[in-house]
């Protein structure tokens, strides 16, 4: 059969980065993306990029508090908007030079038959076909969602103005960091959730320690709060739990995960299930030569494994038979303030739940005087090797946490052992050397 292309991207998000390899590597390619704007997808657009941002304006409005600073400053969201769009103009122009020789294509496309993707009322062929469709916000049936009172994340990284109270529906990493941005910033802060702890599958001491962060930051807790109903009332919501307890505010900001866009699939050929599009260790799907990669296929809902995923199919599609990704050795972070959560490979709860043998080290930064001056006063580290003494996974509560936890990456990367890990001498005075003193321990 003669194909239009080699490889079609269903979806231009991360999969631009596959698109981009492959074009090198003398392929053929196409990417069929509905709002060719949009090039780099969620993360990019209304993810990771200018919520990371966001909250690098709200760091610095929350050390201006320091009892040695004096004077207020105030965050001007139209200005912050400006310069996020400016940024994210620049970036995507910046995608599109080096999609330079690749079909871009301006549709919403469908994969409509094996091979075959429709855009518009036009067929396009492929060897492959790599869909990256990505997620939406989820929200619960009993919400009604208007992008004006009831809101989601999408809706806070385009706003021009603050709002003087907000409620956050959620504690994943989107109500999380959003909780923390908005109290950060000066804004009255309710934290709903269903349960009765904050990152419950983390080591327990740093899930206690983030609760008190965000208590400390002004975040008002509402734990054991799953939403029943929200009704309008006098120009306000009133927010009231299965359990009966009401909340009135003004803004709702629904939170409660995302969920993967499996539409674009309409042939019976590729399984779907409740998590996303079906696939094997490969990222292909049920029809062979289809992969999914990204937010879609329900594996892992982070930018960076998007794009592991899709340059592993591009690795492969070239003959290159690349090492299989291991999902739990991906990085995974949750951006709060003043400490961020990171963990990577085999964390606790885990390792207890498989019945596995393992060692812990657990150093509280409390006290020690580079975390105390460095707003780490609740920060954690917890380091766990394997029976044999190789290290197997590690959570950090800490500023920067997301950098620091590529210590522990790399040593189950390198496939180090303890004793290894401890001839690593770390600078001092740094959050790192910390990192080196739980290694010690170990």
């Given at each position: 059969?003669n194909?239009?292309?080699?490889?079609i991207f269903?979806?231009?998000?991360?999969?631009?980065?596959g698109?981009?390899?492959a074009?090198?590597?003398?392929?053929?390619?196409a990417?069929?993306?509905?709002?060719?704007?949009?090039?780099?997808?969620?993360?990019?657009?209304?993810?990771?990029i200018?919520?990371?941002?966001y909250?690098a304006?709200a760091e610095?409005?929350?050390?201006?508090?320091?009892?040695f600073?004096?004077?207020?400053?105030?965050?001007?969201?139209?200005?912050?908007?400006e310069?996020k769009?400016?940024l994210?103009?620049?970036a995507?122009?910046?995608?599109?030079?080096?999609?330079?020789?690749i079909d871009?294509i301006?549709?919403?496309?469908?994969l409509?038959?094996?091979?075959t993707?429709t855009a518009?009322?036009?067929?396009?062929?492929?060897r492959?076909?790599?869909?990256g469709?990505?997620a939406?916000?989820?929200?619960?049936?009993n919400?009604?969602?208007?992008?004006d009172?009831v809101i989601?994340?999408?809706?806070?990284?385009?706003?021009?103005t603050?709002p003087?109270?907000?409620?956050?529906?959620?504690?994943?990493a989107?109500?999380?960091?959003?909780a923390?941005?908005?109290a950060?910033?000066g804004?009255?802060t309710?934290?709903l959730w269903r349960h009765?702890?904050?990152l419950r599958r983390?080591?327990?001491?740093?899930?206690?320690?983030?609760?008190?962060q965000?208590?400390s930051?002004g975040?008002?807790?509402?734990?054991?709060?799953?939403?029943?109903?929200?009704?309008?009332?006098?120009?306000?919501l009133?927010?009231?739990?299965?359990?009966?307890?009401?909340?009135?505010i003004?803004?709702?900001?629904?939170?409660?995960?995302r969920k993967?866009n499996?539409?674009?699939v309409?042939?019976?050929e590729?399984?779907?299930?409740?998590?996303?599009?079906?696939t094997d260790?490969h990222?292909?799907?049920?029809?062979?030569?289809?992969?999914?990669?990204g937010?879609?296929?329900?594996?892992?809902?982070?930018?960076h494994?998007?794009?592991?995923?899709?340059?592993?199919v591009?690795?492969?599609?070239?003959?290159?038979?690349?090492?299989?990704?291991?999902?739990d050795?991906i990085?995974?972070?949750?951006?709060?303030?003043?400490c961020?959560?990171?963990?990577?490979?085999?964390?606790?709860?885990?390792?207890e739940?498989?019945?596995?043998?393992y060692?812990?080290?657990?150093l509280p930064?409390f006290g020690?005087?580079?975390?105390?001056?460095?707003d780490?006063?609740?920060?954690?580290?917890?380091?766990?090797?394997?029976?044999e003494?190789?290290i197997?996974?590690?959570?950090?509560?800490?500023?920067n946490?997301?950098?620091?936890?590529?210590?522990?990456?790399m040593?189950?990367?390198?496939?180090l052992?303890?004793?290894?890990?401890k001839?690593?001498?770390?600078?001092?005075?740094?959050?790192s050397?910390?990192?080196?003193?739980?290694?010690?321990?170990?």
């Amino acid at each position: 059969m003669n194909y239009d292309y080699d490889v079609i991207f269903l979806g231009g998000g991360l999969n631009y980065a596959g698109a981009i390899i492959a074009n090198r590597g003398g392929l053929k390619c196409a990417i069929i993306e509905k709002n060719t704007a949009h090039l780099g997808g969620t993360c990019l657009h209304n993810g990771c990029i200018p919520s990371k941002m966001y909250l690098a304006s709200a760091e610095t409005i929350l050390r201006s508090r320091k009892e040695f600073i004096n004077g207020e400053i105030k965050l001007d969201m139209q200005k912050l908007d400006e310069s996020k769009e400016a940024l994210l103009n620049r970036a995507t122009q910046s995608i599109a030079n080096q999609c330079n020789g690749i079909d871009i294509i301006e549709g919403e496309g469908v994969l409509s038959a094996p091979h075959t993707v429709t855009a518009g009322d036009k067929n396009y062929t492929a060897r492959y076909i790599i869909i990256g469709s990505g997620a939406k916000p989820f929200i619960p049936d009993n919400i009604e969602y208007d992008k004006d009172r009831v809101i989601t994340s999408d809706d806070v990284l385009n706003m021009q103005t603050l709002p003087n109270e907000i409620a956050v529906y959620g504690d994943g990493a989107i109500g999380l960091e959003m909780a923390s941005f908005f109290a950060s910033i000066g804004v009255e802060t309710h934290l709903l959730w269903r349960h009765d702890t904050l990152l419950r599958r983390a080591n327990e001491m740093i899930s206690k320690n983030i609760y008190k962060q965000m208590e400390s930051i002004g975040v008002i807790l509402h734990p054991n709060f799953e939403i029943g109903s929200v009704t309008d009332i006098d120009n306000s919501l009133e927010i009231e739990s299965k359990s009966g307890e009401k909340l009135q505010i003004s803004k709702l900001l629904v939170a409660t995960g995302r969920k993967a866009n499996t539409d674009a699939v309409q042939t019976d050929e590729i399984e779907t299930d409740k998590k996303g599009i079906v696939t094997d260790e490969h990222f292909e799907t049920t029809l062979k030569n289809h992969y999914a990669v990204g937010d879609c296929n329900g594996k892992i809902q982070l930018a960076h494994a998007a794009r592991a995923e899709v340059l592993y199919v591009i690795k492969r599609i070239l003959g290159k038979n690349p090492d299989i990704i291991n999902i739990d050795n991906i990085v995974k972070f949750i951006h709060t303030l003043p400490c961020s959560y990171a963990c990577v490979g085999k964390i606790k709860s885990q390792l207890e739940s498989s019945k596995t043998e393992y060692k812990e080290s657990l150093l509280p930064l409390f006290g020690l005087p580079f975390a105390m001056t460095h707003d780490g006063a609740d920060g954690v580290i917890a380091l766990y090797s394997d029976s044999e003494g190789f290290i197997v996974g590690g959570e950090i509560f800490a500023p920067n946490a997301e950098e620091l936890i590529a210590i522990v990456a790399m040593a189950i990367a390198g496939e180090l052992d303890a004793n290894s890990a401890k001839k690593t001498i770390l600078a001092h005075p740094t959050f790192s050397e910390s990192v080196e003193k739980c290694f010690m321990r170990l």
